[in-house]
């Protein structure tokens, strides 16, 4: 007889940081974890996930995934979103995880094996200045990692996202509402790619370098960074111009050769099919959590496997370890699969989800534990460590918001 999903529970946590989980358990004692964390609106999803998907579940036979998905996707009639598609996602993840464990297998041998003997990775070094970002530059190439992002203060601006002062940063800051950023997208592009030449003349030839400028551009503005860049011979630009208009790319690529990445904020593959078949970026970012889980995201994968579009996943420390590791085992399994990135966690983190993930050589690795290979610290997953926090807002001088 078919197993079946006895109890779904979400948990809504802060440990350091906010993270939505679900649980599902079945009748014959097997768990499968999902990730539901989409930053600044978590609540949402576990509410979808809780009064609308959890009754759903009860009963099913957790081995039907791809069933599932379709019952959650086209049943509802109100298609795609992130809040829907995150919290599809999680279903999704939790049973793939529960069908790894069933079989005894790390999820990586259940999606064909690995065609790769380790998985590359990047690292995020920022600094006000050029000193203190060649500082964590030097930290990321001294523990063995070879591609870094590399962000920086822009002189005039009092805040940059992306950067801080410390030397520890979180995208979302908790308080009651957003904070509030002006942002001078001359004075950016005055400023960055000399920072971004300093870097390269810093480290030399060999090591990948990124840049994000989330979504904060035009598109003939975009196109000068890209081209200013061009002599820096970047590994990606990233997010240069808002990710909804796709047209906005052609433009780009029209003028510079420097590689394109964007999709961190897509959530389905008809948010990326105009890009990927018409070849308007180089890699796709959707992140497993919020397109849909792996049964989804293995479709885009596969779409940009035809069209030379490489994989690489969005990573920031609001993907929890539970996303990240479904991630590092699609990474190693899947040809198309470029790099991972992995901003890295607060300690406390990844105490309250112990993985089986790991580093080694400034790359990445699966594990080889049945399943997503995570596990869940119950005592770092309170409800009342929960506090609400909000990705900051941009606006320009005039006091317009920034079209990210
Ligand atoms: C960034 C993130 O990691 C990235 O590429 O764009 O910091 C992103 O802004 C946050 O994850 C938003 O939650
Ligand atoms: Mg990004």
Redesign the pocket.
């Given at each position: 007889m078919a197993d079946v999903i006895e109890k779904v529970e979400v948990l809504v946590s802060s440990p350091s940081r906010n993270y939505v989980t679900l649980r599902l358990t079945t009748r014959d004692g097997i768990v499968g974890l999902g990730d539901a964390t989409?930053?600044?609106r978590e609540l949402s999803v576990a509410a979808y996930l809780r009064d609308h998907v959890g009754p759903l579940l009860i009963g099913r036979d957790p081995g039907r995934i791809e069933d599932t998905w379709q019952y959650l996707y086209r049943g509802v009639y109100w298609r795609r979103g992130p809040i829907g598609m995150a919290a599809i996602g999680a279903v999704d993840l939790a049973l793939w995880d529960i069908l790894g464990k069933r079989t005894g297998q790390p999820l990586y041998a259940l999606f064909g094996g690995r065609v790769r003997d380790r998985l590359a990775t990047y690292r995020?070094a920022f600094g006000w200045d050029l000193p203190a970002l060649l500082d964590q530059v030097d930290a990321h190439l001294d523990a063995g990692f070879t591609n870094i992002?590399v962000q920086s203060g822009v002189p005039g601006l009092e805040v940059v996202?992306?950067v801080s002062r410390e030397t520890v940063y979180e995208?979302?800051g908790r308080a009651a509402a957003p904070a509030e950023e002006i942002f001078d997208a001359e004075a950016y592009l005055r400023h960055m790619p000399g920072v971004i030449a300093g870097v390269r003349e810093h480290v030399g030839e060999g090591v990948g370098l990124l840049h994000?400028a989330?979504h904060r551009l035009t598109p003939i503005q975009a196109a000068r960074l890209g081209k200013a860049l061009e002599p820096v011979g970047m590994f990606w630009l990233?997010?240069v111009t808002p990710a909804e208009d796709q047209d906005a790319l052609r433009l780009v690529r029209q003028h510079t050769t420097t590689p394109l990445a964007i999709g961190?904020v897509f959530n389905t593959i008809w948010d990326c099919q105009y890009l990927i078949q018409n070849r308007l970026i180089d890699y796709i970012?959707a992140a497993v959590v919020h397109a849909g889980g792996i049964s989804h995201i293995r479709k885009i994968f596969a779409l940009a496997e035809v069209h030379g579009v490489q994989a690489a996943p969005?990573?920031?420390?609001?993907?929890s370890p539970i996303s990240l590791a479904a991630s590092i085992h699609l990474g190693v399994a899947t040809h198309n699969f470029a790099i991972q990135?992995y901003?890295g966690y607060p300690e406390r983190v990844h105490q309250a989800f112990p993985h089986a993930w790991h580093v080694a050589e400034g790359h990445l690795q699966p594990g080889d534990e049945p399943g997503l290979g995570v596990e869940l610290n119950d005592e770092l997953h309170s409800a009342d460590d929960y506090e609400a926090a909000y990705?900051p807002i941009a606006r320009r001088r005039d006091g317009t918001l920034t079209d990210w």
């Open positions: 989409v930053n600044g995020h992002r996202y992306g995208p979302a994000d989330h990233e997010d961190e970012r969005h990573g920031p420390s609001d993907v990135e901003m990705l």
